[in-house]
């Protein structure tokens, strides 16, 4: 029988604190806003070690992105990642191109597909994000990238690199937060 997972409040909302199951609401959960990147829930883990201690195979959040806004640097990873449009609308970068997209779509994204999202319209668009954690563990995860179209919507790596720290030097340091009233739709 698999054990029911235990949750902690570490003041900014609940996270697990063992392995099993468990049931935990969005807004309950530990938030992270990200200057310049919207906020974000990672609902399997914030962290190398929660993810690998409690979620090894799968990686999934909630990103809210208010227009303008990238979710992350251009890049590229080892693992299949795959997103779901949930409310609003977005600018998916993706191989050089930039796609609308609206509500309700999907974007499946094979190993090796360099990609970022933009927010944009007149409000926030909250995007799932799901991927594979098979392959991060044997090294490199992936791979940041400068890219001009990227670049007009400030997601662009400054410079090729695995280095995190040159990837997102230019945004302000994430930050542990509970959920704001409005970030989700009803």
Same mark, same amino acid.
């Given at each position: 029988m698999? @054990?029911?997972?235990?949750?902690?409040d570490d003041g900014a909302g609940l996270a697990p604190a063992s392995a099993g199951w468990?049931?935990?609401n969005a807004r309950d959960a530990r938030w992270f806003h990200r200057p310049g990147r919207g906020d974000s829930v990672p609902l399997t883990g914030c962290d190398e $070690?929660? +993810?690998?201690?409690?979620? &090894? =195979? $799968?990686? =999934?959040?909630?990103?809210?992105? &208010? *227009?303008?806004? *990238?979710?992350?640097?251009?890049?590229?990873?080892?693992?299949?990642e795959d997103f779901l449009v949930l409310a609003g609308r977005a600018l998916l970068v993706v191989?050089?191109?930039?796609?609308?997209?609206?509500q309700w779509d999907f974007v499946h994204c094979p190993p090796e597909t360099r990609h +970022?999202?933009?927010?944009?319209? /007149?409000? @926030?668009?909250?995007i799932l994000a799901a991927s594979s954690r098979q392959f991060q563990k044997d090294g490199p995860w992936g791979f940041y990238c400068a890219d001009e179209i990227a670049r007009r919507y400030n +997601?662009?790596? @400054?410079? /090729?690199?695995? /280095?995190? /720290?040159? +990837?997102?030097?230019?945004?302000?340091?994430?930050? @542990?937060?509970?959920?704001?009233?409005g970030l989700l739709p009803d």
């Open positions: 698999v @054990p029911e997972a235990q949750l902690r468990f049931v935990l $070690l929660e +993810a690998e201690t409690y979620f &090894p =195979m $799968l990686g =999934m959040s909630i990103q809210v992105l &208010p *227009p303008g806004e *990238p979710n992350a640097t251009y890049h590229w990873e080892t693992e299949q191989e050089g191109q930039g796609r609308q997209l609206e +970022a999202f933009v927010g944009v319209g /007149d409000e @926030p668009c909250v +997601a662009s790596a @400054p410079e /090729d690199t695995q /280095d995190g /720290d040159v +990837a997102y030097g230019r945004f302000p340091p994430s930050r @542990p937060t509970r959920y704001r009233d």
